[in-house]
C-alpha cells in the first residue's frame, strides 16, 4: 500500500503546487516561503549535530519546548530543527524558539519534496510528535537510516478504525520507528495493534509545556477596562458551537446585568460573521482584532488576535475549553489551568483523554453532557467566585502533579540523541 502512495502522490504533484499557491492567496500559507513546502530553503544547514521535530501546529509545537531546551542543554554546539505545517505555528515559534532552534515549514509529502528537504538538512534524530505521520516523509527518513521516535503519540478510536482500514500503509511505518512513547494505555494498546513495536506510556508533554505569554502593559489596561465585571471566556470556539456561546450568553445575561462574554474563535477568519450575526440579533460586540474598543456597552467581546491566548485565561475566572460540544476532540485545558482559569468542557474531549481522566479521577472535572445544562454551571460558579477559585486552584494542582513527564520523555530519548563534539 506504501507504494500505491507513493504513485498516487507523484501523480497528484502538479495539482499539490495549485493547491499551496491557492492557499498562499487566501493567506493561509506564506508566499516568501512557499519553497520550503516543495523542500527548498534558503537557509543553511548549521554545522554539528542536528535533531529534526515535527509537530502538527500550535499546540503540539508550544508542548516540545521544554523537550527542545533539554536537548540543546545536552548538545552544546547542536541545533534543532522544528517543522510545522500552519501559519499561527510558525509566528509563534519566531517568538517562542530559543538559541540554536529554529523552524521550517514541512514539505509536502511528495517524494520530490522529501527527498530535498532530507538531502538538505540531514538530520541526525527524527522525532514525530503525536498524530501527524506522513507517509512518503516518514518512511524515507527511516529508509536513509535515520533514527526515528515518535513522543506523546495519540491515536483517538476514530483513527484507530480509520488506520484498521489502511493497516498495510501505517504499519511498516509504525514499525520502523526505533522506539514509540505514548500518552496513555489507551493509545498504547491501538498503536501496538497497528504495528509499533513495544510502545511506552509516558504521558503528555503538554503538562509541562510553559505557560501562555501574556503583555504586562496589555494585560494591565484590559485589566483597567473591564474592572469588576462579571465575565466569563469561551476558548477556542468552533464552528458548531457559535450558537451555544450565543444562547448560553442569553441565559446568563438575564443573571448577571453587566455580564461580559469573551469569545476566542478558534479560527480567527470566523470573526467578522460572528460580529455580523450577533450584532443582526441585537448584542452590542466588539471585534479586537481590527481595534474596536471594549466599553461598559460591550456585550460579546470577540478577541480574534493571535498568541494572545493567555491574556485572555488570566482576566477569566472560568473558560469553557472549545471544540467539546462538536465531534472534534477537544483544545487544550491544560493551557487555561495553568493560569488559574477554572475550565468546563463539553463531552468530546478524546483528544486529552489522559487530563480529563486525571480531572476525574480527582474530583474536579465539570464536563457538561448537553447544550443546555452550560448555563446553570457556569451560573452556579459565576454566582460565587470563591468557589470558582478554588476549583481553579484543585484543577492546578492536579496539572502541576504531572509536570514531571518531560524528566520521563527525556531520559527515554537521550541514549538516541547525537554525541555530543
Same mark, same amino acid.
Not at 522525532?127 to 518512511?139: A, D, H, K, Y
Not at 511505518?173 to 489507551?186: I, P, R
Not at 471594549?294 to 485572555?312: V, W
Not at 487544550?332 to 483523554?353: H, K, R, W, Y
Given at each position: 500500500m506504501l507504494n500505491l502512495y507513493r504513485a498516487a502522490t507523484i501523480a497528484a504533484g502538479p495539482l499539490a503546487g495549485v493547491a499551496l499557491r491557492r492557499r498562499a492567496s487566501r493567506g493561509k500559507e506564506d508566499l516568501s516561503r512557499l519553497g520550503e513546502r516543495f523542500g527548498r530553503t534558503s537557509a543553511s544547514r548549521p554545522p554539528g549535530a542536528l535533531v529534526w521535530i515535527h509537530a502538527a501546529s500550535v499546540g503540539e509545537s508550544l508542548s516540545v519546548l521544554p523537550l527542545v531546551e533539554r536537548m540543546l542543554n545536552a548538545l552544546p554546539r547542536g541545533h534543532v530543527l522544528l517543522t510545522t505545517g500552519t501559519l499561527s505555528s510558525a509566528r509563534l515559534l519566531k517568538e517562542r524558539l530559543p538559541e540554536r532552534a529554529f523552524h521550517q515549514f514541512v514539505?509536502?509529502?511528495?517524494?520530490?519534496?522529501?527527498?530535498?528537504?532530507?538531502?538538505?538538512?540531514?538530520?541526525?534524530?527524527?522525532?514525530?510528535?503525536?498524530?501527524? #505521520?506522513?507517509?512518503?516523509?516518514?518512511?524515507?527518513t527511516q529508509l536513509r537510516q535515520i533514527p526515528t521516535v515518535l513522543v506523546q503519540g495519540r491515536m483517538s478510536a476514530k483513527s484507530y478504525r480509520y488506520w484498521r482500514w489502511a493497516r498495510g500503509l501505517i504499519a511498516p511505518?509504525?514499525?520502523?520507528?526505533?522506539?514509540?512513547?505514548?500518552?496513555?494505555?489507551?493509545d498504547a494498546n491501538r498503536f501496538r495493534d497497528l504495528g509499533a513495536v513495544q510502545p511506552m506510556v509516558t504521558g503528555t508533554l503538554k503538562y509541562a509545556a510553559p505557560v501562555l505569554a501574556a503583555e504586562?502593559? +496589555?494585560?494591565? @489596561?484590559?485589566?483597567?477596562?473591564?474592572?469588576?465585571?462579571?465575565?466569563?471566556?469561551?476558548?477556542?470556539?468552533?464552528?458548531? @458551537?457559535?450558537?451555544?456561546?450565543?444562547?448560553?450568553?442569553?441565559?446568563?445575561?438575564s443573571r448577571f446585568p453587566d455580564l461580559l462574554t469573551i469569545v476566542v474563535p478558534r479560527h480567527p477568519s470566523s470573526a467578522s460573521y460572528l460580529e455580523k450575526e450577533w450584532a443582526s440579533k441585537g448584542l452590542s460586540c466588539a471585534r479586537r482584532g481590527?481595534?474596536?474598543?471594549?466599553?461598559?456597552?460591550?456585550?460579546?467581546?470577540?478577541?480574534? +488576535?493571535?498568541?494572545?491566548?493567555?491574556?485572555?485565561?488570566?482576566?477569566?475566572?472560568?473558560?469553557?475549553?472549545?471544540?467539546?460540544?462538536?465531534?472534534?476532540?477537544?483544545?487544550?485545558?491544560?493551557?487555561?489551568?495553568?493560569?488559574?482559569?477554572?475550565?468546563?468542557?463539553?463531552?468530546?474531549?478524546?483528544?486529552?483523554?489522559?487530563?480529563?481522566?486525571?480531572?476525574?479521577?480527582?474530583?474536579?472535572?465539570?464536563?457538561?453532557?448537553?447544550?443546555?445544562?452550560?448555563? @446553570?454551571?457556569?451560573?452556579? #460558579?459565576?454566582?460565587?467566585?470563591?468557589?470558582?477559585?478554588?476549583?481553579?486552584?484543585?484543577?492546578k494542582k492536579v496539572i502541576a502533579a504531572k509536570a514531571g513527564v518531560i524528566d520521563k520523555v527525556f531520559e527515554a530519548l537521550v541514549c538516541r540523541l547525537p554525541a555530543p563534539e
Open positions: 514539505p509536502i509529502d511528495r517524494p520530490d519534496a522529501v527527498c530535498r528537504f532530507l538531502d538538505h538538512w540531514q538530520p541526525e534524530l527524527a522525532i514525530w510528535v503525536e498524530s501527524e #505521520l506522513w507517509p512518503n516523509l516518514l518512511r524515507d511505518l509504525l514499525a520502523g520507528f526505533d522506539q514509540v512513547l505514548v500518552q496513555t494505555q489507551a504586562e502593559t +496589555t494585560l494591565r @489596561e484590559l485589566g483597567n477596562a473591564l474592572g469588576a465585571r462579571t465575565r466569563w471566556l469561551a476558548a477556542s470556539v468552533h464552528p458548531g @458551537e457559535f450558537e451555544i456561546v450565543y444562547q448560553t450568553h442569553l441565559v446568563l445575561r481590527v481595534g474596536m474598543e471594549l466599553s461598559p456597552e460591550t456585550e460579546i467581546y470577540i478577541a480574534d +488576535t493571535m498568541g494572545e491566548l493567555g491574556l485572555f485565561y488570566r482576566i477569566s475566572p472560568l473558560a469553557l475549553i472549545g471544540g467539546s460540544f462538536i465531534d472534534h476532540g477537544g483544545q487544550n485545558p491544560i493551557e487555561a489551568i495553568q493560569l488559574d482559569c477554572a475550565v468546563l468542557t463539553g463531552p468530546s474531549m478524546f483528544n486529552f483523554s489522559e487530563v480529563m481522566a486525571d480531572l476525574v479521577a480527582n474530583g474536579v472535572s465539570v464536563s457538561i453532557g448537553t447544550p443546555a445544562e452550560l448555563p @446553570e454551571e457556569l451560573s452556579v #460558579l459565576l454566582a460565587a467566585p470563591e468557589h470558582a477559585s478554588v476549583l481553579a486552584q484543585q484543577q
